[in-house]
């Protein structure tokens, strides 16, 4: 609840529905849906999370997916660059649902439902009923009409000892971004189509339609 309420208050966003999955629980809803296949121009090597991907498309089962995803000593794009294979992750999982029919199968979608949820013990703001309405609604929308962000960022900020090194919002541009958000207007215009920094760039955050990241 304290992060749904920073989130709020950071943003003026309302917060109605979060999904909190745990490792677990990630590992067994990507070995559900027979993995998710991730691209990607260069190697990806990590040896914290021991993720090491030649140039190319691969696709992951469950552990392997919670590597990439985990991943945030790569280069030196650190959480910028987990943040955008978070992104390009979320992109290709979609893309394979949506390719397999399993947004629309209601036996699917509910087994698949079940396996996010858990237990239920944390109050998430929606049940199975809810996500299964989401699902067929996700099953409408092309990657081309989705948009991912990360917060404009202006450096750093000064270095606690009890925190470390933290990044610094570019407020200017952050509130021009959550005001869009809060009027429910799109971040780019129509017909832009950019292309992702790779690996992200510091200062130069990019808003990319999702077609942007999905596999060639």
Known sequence: RRTVATGESLTGLNIHHFLQLDFRRFIDAVNDVGGVEVCTPRRLKDRATKLDLKPGAHRLAGGPALQYVRSRHVDRAADLGRIQRQQRFLVQALRG???????????????????LLGSGQVDQGFGARDLVGLAAALNKVPARNTEFAAVPVAGFNETRPDVGSTLAWDRAKADAMFGKLREDRPLRRAGAHPKPYDPPRLMRSVTVRGSAYACR
């Open 97 to 115: 649902l949506r390719a397999k029919g399993l947004l629309t199968d209601p036996a699917a979608t509910a087994r698949l439902v079940r396996v």
